[in-house]
């Protein structure tokens, strides 16, 4: 008596009670600020870090297309595999708290060590692939480990009378992941292409600044240690599934003909285990079953990150005069969309589906789901068709590609013997083919000088030397950008010349005419630069993130709705492992179809929508479960009555 209403005495694992505060007279303990706060973080870490990491392999570690796919979905699928391990390591060791610090520590040092191998001074080549792929390994048991933790653990500081707050204190953590994942997807590709280190792109920068808000997050979480709630491990229910499943097998097998039948191989494992858990472990997998063709969403959906950020590489990125995006940027749009599709679903769209009186229910939603993400795929073949008409196309095996300028002041005639490649007069000043086009957003460029004197000239930092006489400089890439006055010296005099937009993926040859008293440039484009505008990602970019909200939401309402209560988190985790699989997926393809990129595009497209057929026939015969009939069914032992009988049973056999 006497206390105030915002505090409540709580009793920690340690047996010692303290003060559990809440926020502003409200039921919300102020420890959750801590734990949003560090999910923001954390999620701003990992989605800021991955933003970079495609253009990493491929501009920093130099690896081709197909191998920094694939790289980047093993990555992205060990990410999915580890949860496994964090949920026994809380349930069955530390508990949540201590396997979120410790798995957190890992995290951190995981980035540390990717930054590091980020600095083009520490070692070769191969020490940053070994310090890179060392980093991610790292990263991927520190996210993975810590991702079935943190929201169960926010979950776990509420009362249980307050079922209201705990429900929108998930709505806030959800907003905060994807707040965390919109921001990184902005900032860390500036930081990457805007900050110049070492001489090019500072990706030790774009991936330092992840660590230290890992480290942040870290640092607000265990400054809310002294309020939180911390529950002991109590035993992880999945090992008891896989013994249950174990001795059910085992018991089939080694059963003869004599033996009494039973309605359900799993029935053979009543000898040692109750019949509510062996009833929950049949709904659980009747569930698990439904999941078997839901990595192929996945396939499609991580992409992103991938594919879809380097087919940006390709397009024209410009919004007029005003800024030029990155490529890498573009991830962002579906965090944003996130945030605007979730409320206008719930809001406006599935109400005005219900007036209809169409039952939608969450494996049908899912169903919806999948077709809007084959449609996003569909969208990105139409856009990967028209960026590749200004793509060079490599010379055939034993073949190669000839470009021929002409120099002269007047047309020329060329002929090749037992070839009829130039039909047409070749015009003054014009070339023939295109050779080389870049995918760094920038433009190529080289210089052929046809006076007298050598000449060098600076632009945007980069210095070019043509020798005299038909001299023909290195190709380099410049940021694009208009040169209207760039600078030239040759011998001991300057020039000025106008060189007007140099523009992304574009390669232009600049020939230099004039006497000794001037400088003529005369400009031609040997690759077109990027004409289709990335404005054109905008319809696959919604299109996946509709199928995102009508099937991963309902997808995870679905999965809770249907487990028994101490079967969710056994659920949750083959829920993420239909994630890992999915990215599974994607590098067998990425490094084994070998197909043109529009092709696997229209591939991708054609098995989801063959695969949500398969699942639209499965869900049709699932027959949804009313958690309440376990009661009824069971009505002498309680959950805890079961499990604490079983924990006898396996220390008795122990002993």
């Given at each position: 008596m006497g206390k105030r209403k915002e505090l409540k005495l709580e009793i920690h694992e340690s047996g010692k009670t303290s003060?559990?505060?809440?926020?502003?007279?409200?039921?919300?303990?102020?420890?959750?600020?801590?734990?949003?706060?560090?999910?923001?973080?954390?999620?701003?870490?990992?989605?800021?870090?991955?933003?970079?990491?495609?253009?990493?392999?491929?501009?920093?570690?130099?690896?081709?297309?197909?191998?920094?796919?694939?790289?980047?979905?093993?990555?992205?699928?060990?990410?999915?595999?580890?949860?496994?391990?964090?949920?026994?390591?809380?349930?069955?060791?530390?508990?949540?708290?201590?396997?979120?610090?410790?798995?957190?520590?890992?995290?951190?040092?995981?980035?540390?060590?990717?930054s590091v191998g980020a600095i083009p001074s520490v070692g070769d080549s191969t020490i940053h692939i070994a310090l890179s792929m060392m980093g991610l390994i790292l990263i991927a048991f520190g996210t993975g480990g810590i991702k079935p933790c943190v929201a169960a653990f926010g979950g776990d500081q509420f009362d249980e009378e307050h079922t209201n707050e705990r429900r929108k204190f998930?709505?806030?953590?959800?907003?905060?992941?994807?707040?965390?994942?919109?921001?990184?997807?902005?900032?860390?590709?500036i930081l990457r292409g805007n900050v110049q280190c070492f001489g090019g792109d500072c990706y030790a920068l774009a991936f330092g600044v992840p660590a230290i808000l890992m480290v942040i997050a870290l640092v607000v979480f265990i400054s809310g240690s002294g309020m939180y709630k911390k529950s002991p491990p109590e035993g992880n229910v999945l090992l008891d599934v896989c013994r249950c499943l174990g001795l059910a097998i085992k018991n089939r097998w080694m059963s003869s003909k004599?033996?009494?039948?039973?309605?359900?191989?799993?029935?053979?494992?009543?000898?040692?285990?109750?019949?509510?858990?062996?009833?929950?472990?049949?709904?659980?997998?009747?569930?698990?079953?439904?999941?078997?063709?839901?990595?192929?969403?996945?396939?499609?959906?991580?992409?992103?990150?991938?594919?879809?950020?380097?087919?940006?590489?390709?397009?024209?990125?410009?919004?007029?005069?005003?800024?030029?995006?990155?490529?890498?940027?573009?991830?962002?749009?579906?965090?944003?969309?996130?945030?605007?599709?979730?409320?206008?679903?719930?809001?406006?769209?599935?109400?005005?589906?219900?007036?209809?009186?169409?039952?939608?229910?969450?494996?049908?939603?899912?169903?919806?789901?999948?077709?809007?993400?084959?449609?996003?795929?569909?969208?990105?073949?139409?856009?990967?068709?028209?960026?590749?008409?200004?793509?060079?196309?490599?010379?055939?095996?034993?073949?190669?590609?000839?470009?021929?300028?002409?120099?002269?002041?007047?047309?020329?005639?060329?002929?090749?013997?037992?070839?009829?490649?130039?039909?047409?007069?070749?015009k003054s000043y014009e070339a023939t083919d295109n050779i080389l086009k870049s995918e760094k957003m920038e433009a190529y460029l080289r210089f052929i000088?046809?006076?007298?004197?050598?000449?060098?000239?600076?632009?945007?930092?980069?210095?070019?030397?043509?020798?005299?006489?038909?001299?023909?400089?290195?190709?380099?890439?410049v940021e694009r950008n208009e040169y209207t006055s760039v600078r030239c010296t040759s011998g001991s005099q300057d020039f000025s010349i106008n060189l007007g937009l140099l523009d992304s993926g574009a390669s232009y040859t600049v020939i230099l005419k004039g006497g000794s008293g001037d400088i003529i440039p005369q400009k031609m484009e040997d690759v077109k630069a990027n004409?289709?505008?990335?404005?054109?990602?905008?319809?696959?970019?919604?299109?996946?993130?509709?199928?995102e909200v009508m099937f991963s939401i309902p997808g995870i309402e679905f999965s809770y709705s249907q487990a028994p209560a101490n079967m969710k988190s056994l659920l949750q985790a083959g829920w993420l492992l239909t994630v890992a699989f999915g990215n599974v997926i994607v590098l067998i393809v990425a490094e084994g179809a070998g197909l043109d990129q529009w092709m696997e595009f229209l591939l991708f497209a054609g098995l989801l929508v063959a695969v949500c057929i398969i699942f639209s026939i499965m869900a049709y015969f699932y027959t949804y479960v009313d958690l309440g009939e376990l009661d009824k069914l069971f009505p002498d032992k309680t959950v805890n009555e079961d499990e604490d009988d079983l924990k006898k049973d396996q220390t008795d056999d122990t002993t």
């Open positions: 003060k559990s505060q809440k926020l502003c007279g409200t039921n919300y303990p102020v420890c959750i600020s801590f734990i949003v706060v560090n999910e923001f973080c954390e999620r701003f870490s990992y989605y800021g870090m991955k933003a970079v990491l495609t253009l990493y392999f491929i501009n920093y570690l130099h690896w081709n297309q197909n191998l920094s796919t694939a790289v980047y979905h093993a990555f992205s699928s060990l990410c999915y595999f580890t949860p496994i391990l964090g949920a026994l390591i809380a349930d069955s060791w530390l508990g949540k708290f201590k396997t979120i610090v410790y798995l957190s520590v890992v995290y951190v040092l995981g980035h540390v060590v990717k998930f709505s806030i953590f959800y907003m905060s992941i994807n707040a965390g994942s919109l921001l990184s997807t902005v900032i860390t590709p004599y033996d009494s039948k039973r309605k359900h191989w799993l029935d053979w494992a009543e000898e040692k285990y109750p019949k509510r858990l062996i009833h929950e472990i049949k709904m659980v997998l009747r569930v698990l079953v439904l999941f078997i063709p839901l990595p192929m969403f996945w396939a499609l959906f991580d992409q992103q990150g991938s594919r879809w950020t380097l087919q940006a590489t390709r397009m024209n990125m410009a919004f007029g005069s005003a800024f030029v995006l990155k490529p890498d940027q573009m991830q962002m749009l579906n965090a944003l969309l996130i945030l605007m599709f979730v409320p206008i679903f719930d809001v406006v769209v599935y109400p005005l589906i219900g007036l209809c009186r169409i039952n939608l229910t969450p494996l049908k939603k899912m169903a919806v789901g999948m077709i809007f993400a084959a449609l996003a795929f569909g969208a990105a073949t139409l856009v990967e068709v028209n960026v590749m008409k200004t793509v060079v196309e490599p010379a055939p095996r034993g073949q190669c590609l000839l470009q021929v300028y002409n120099l002269a002041d007047s047309d020329v005639k060329l002929s090749i013997p037992g070839s009829n490649l130039f039909s047409q007069p070749i000088n046809t006076r007298s004197e050598a000449v060098n000239v600076t632009m945007a930092g980069v210095d070019f030397y043509i020798p005299a006489d038909y001299g023909i400089s290195p190709n380099k890439s004409n289709v505008h990335i404005a054109w990602q905008i319809p696959q970019y919604a299109l996946m993130t509709a199928g």
